[in-house]
């Protein structure tokens, strides 16, 4: 279902946590300036008219989504999961990477998730864990917990956690160990299933993703500018990587010159600038790209 009645396309995003900053950031990129973001209002209008943004709880967000109370959200793929709920994946934001696992004490000697059968699993993911071990016919009992997790078993209350890392460094400094993977997770774009239906709706809900679309392919990448002899652009195009190749144009000059622009790997900048000017590109120019749309 959909709010019909509501004018607006709404957007849910967290209200805090470690991807909340990047999505904020995201959004500036892709265009969509948010008004009043800094008093982290409920509900904030954007520079789009039709579009406003709810502040959320991650965990909330899917639901948010699902009920219409959203039209979109951005979260991440195991919030939606431990959810259970019903809604379109749209795109994923390449952000946020983690990977929910079941993990247990280094000296329990335990190596595999079936020695689990009786025991006890603290989680802040109850369902997902509860939807792992069912799949793997293993009966065991859950203690949900609503943080801390690492800390359970030398707490007495759990013989191993279900817990999401990005680095692993916290697992190792709680003597932990990993011996499967539950869920890989990234923060992903959402959309309610109905207003992906509605004509006028799915527009807008396109034109977003688009904007947002365009800042994640132009990370990590850079627009090179530069002037070559006409008898150097043979060499300056055999090093010159790019996107479908370099655009070549004339330049309105006394000498025999062109203008070479290309979208090269930011990675490869510094050896590129040194081979290009040796093959012959002068007054290059490396300029940072906000949007990338292909």
Same mark, same amino acid.
């Given at each position: 279902?959909?709010?019909?009645?509501?004018? &607006?396309?709404?957007?849910?995003?967290?209200?805090?946590?470690? @991807?909340?900053?990047?999505?904020?950031?995201?959004?500036?990129? /892709?265009?969509? &300036?948010? &008004?009043?973001?800094?008093?982290? =209002?409920? @509900?904030?209008?954007?520079?789009?008219?039709?579009?406003?943004?709810?502040?959320?709880?991650?965990?909330?967000?899917?639901?948010?989504?699902? #009920?219409?109370?959203?039209?979109?959200?951005?979260?991440?793929?195991?919030?939606?999961?431990?959810?259970?709920?019903?809604?379109?994946?749209?795109?994923?934001?390449?952000?946020?990477?983690?990977?929910?696992?079941?993990?247990?004490?280094?000296?329990?000697?335990?190596?595999?998730?079936?020695?689990?059968?009786?025991?006890?699993?603290?989680?802040?993911?109850?369902?997902?864990?509860?939807?792992?071990?069912q799949k793997r016919g293993i009966e065991v009992s859950l203690f949900p917990v609503g943080g801390a997790c690492e800390a359970t078993p030398y707490? /007495?209350?759990?013989?191993?956690?279900?817990?999401?890392?990005?680095?692993?460094?916290?697992?190792?400094? #709680?003597?932990?160990?990993?011996?499967?993977?539950?869920?890989?997770?990234?923060?992903?774009?959402?959309? #309610?299933?109905?207003?992906?239906?509605?004509?006028?709706?799915?527009?807008?809900?396109?034109?977003?993703?688009?904007?947002?679309?365009?800042? @994640?392919?132009?990370?990590? =990448?850079?627009?090179?500018?530069? #002037?070559?002899?006409?008898?150097?652009?043979?060499?300056?195009?055999?090093?010159?990587?790019?996107?479908?190749?370099?655009?070549?144009?004339?330049?309105?000059?006394?000498?025999?010159?062109?203008?070479?622009?290309?979208?090269?790997?930011?990675?490869?900048?510094y050896q590129l600038i040194t081979r290009l000017r040796n093959a012959g590109a002068r007054d290059i120019l490396v300029m940072p790209i906000d949007?990338? @749309?292909?």
């Amino acid at each position: 279902m959909t709010d019909e009645t509501r004018e &607006h396309i709404r957007l849910a995003i967290p209200n805090k946590g470690r @991807i909340s900053d990047p999505i904020l950031d995201l959004l500036e990129k /892709g265009g969509l &300036h948010l &008004h009043s973001s800094s008093s982290r =209002k409920l @509900i904030a209008p954007t520079c789009d008219p039709a579009v406003e943004v709810l502040f959320a709880r991650p965990i909330d967000i899917p639901e948010y989504v699902a #009920n219409g109370a959203a039209d979109l959200g951005i979260t991440g793929r195991d919030m939606v999961r431990e959810r259970r709920t019903t809604v379109t994946d749209i795109l994923d934001l390449k952000m946020g990477s983690a990977t929910l696992v079941l993990a247990v004490p280094e000296e329990s000697g335990i190596t595999t998730a079936e020695e689990l059968a009786g025991k006890r699993i603290a989680t802040e993911f109850p369902h997902t864990t509860e939807d792992f071990f069912q799949k793997r016919g293993i009966e065991v009992s859950l203690f949900p917990v609503g943080g801390a997790c690492e800390a359970t078993p030398y707490l /007495g209350v759990a013989d191993a956690i279900v817990d999401l890392t990005s680095s692993g460094t916290t697992l190792k400094t #709680n003597h932990l160990t990993v011996i499967e993977e539950v869920l890989r997770s990234t923060t992903i774009l959402i959309g #309610n299933n109905a207003a992906m239906q509605h004509p006028q709706r799915r527009e807008k809900i396109d034109e977003i993703t688009l904007a947002l679309e365009s800042v @994640i392919s132009a990370r990590g =990448k850079c627009y090179l500018m530069m #002037n070559v002899q006409r008898d150097a652009l043979s060499e300056v195009r055999s090093v010159l990587p790019g996107l479908g190749g370099p655009t070549v144009m004339d330049v309105a000059s006394d000498e025999s010159l062109v203008a070479v622009h290309a979208v090269v790997d930011e990675e490869r900048v510094y050896q590129l600038i040194t081979r290009l000017r040796n093959a012959g590109a002068r007054d290059i120019l490396v300029m940072p790209i906000d949007r990338l @749309i292909r």
